[in-house]
Structure formats: C-alpha cells, structure tokens
C-alpha cells in the first residue's frame, strides 16, 4: 500500500508542478514563456531597414515577433527613435531622388503622388484676391 501511496503522491506533486507552470508561463522546454523577448540595440540596422520601408509600428512588430507594446516600449528608446528616424529619412532622400529621375523621363504625375505620399508635399492654390506684385524696371537706353 506504501507504493501506490507515493505513486500517487509523485503523480498529484507532477500534476501540480504542470499546472503552475502552464499558469506562471513556463515551459521546461523553451524556458520562461510569460514575458516576451524585446529589442535590442543591436538590432538597430535592421530597424533602420524597416523605417526605409515605411513600416507601421504593427509591422515592425510582426516582423520582431513582439507586441506592438513591446514597440511602443522601444520607441523611447534613444537607439530605437534614431535608427527609424534615420531610415525614414533615407526612405524620403530616396523618393526625391526618384522623383528627380521620372521628372527627367517626363512622368511628373508618378513624381507628384509620390511627393504628396511620403514627402508631405501638396498642391500650393494661390487666392484668387491677392494682389499681383507689379515690377517697373527703369528703361536702358
């Protein structure tokens, strides 16, 4: 009778031991499971790379296989906000560049939609009841 009452024993201290870990978040297997893996500085390049892309918060998170809480946490970071600041920078240095080049081919709609996209750029509507500037150039005989 002892050894089925340690069996039984041993089986409830297991089944206990299991239940806490599925309930703390841990995984004999992997290790602590509750709490994700952040950021780290060293992946700043390739934060950089998705800033260049113009990615949303939510797709940078999905691409780090974090929350977008863990990049909300990031973004107050000084590394974080400088390596995507620094890629949307590069990503606009970029847009001009090629807005230069199908200007010189001659497709300025392209160039335009694209400047208002990602570069902020607009159609400028002079008001129709602004006074026109009236140059007089003194005649050269």
Known sequence: MKGLTRRLEK??????????????????????????????????????????????DQ?????????????QRCRQRRWFREATERGRAKSKIWVRRAQMQMLAKGNASIARWLGKQILGQGDEVEPADRPIPVIVLPRID
């Open 11 to 56: 089986l409830e201290r297991a089944m206990t031991t299991d239940l806490l870990d599925v309930y703390f978040g841990f995984d004999q297997s992997r290790g602590r499971t509750g709490r994700e893996k952040g950021i780290s500085a060293k992946d700043s390049m390739e934060v950089e790379r998705l800033g260049m892309l113009q990615c949303s």
């Open 59 to 71: 797709e940078i998170a999905a691409w780090f296989g974090v929350s977008e809480s863990v990049i």
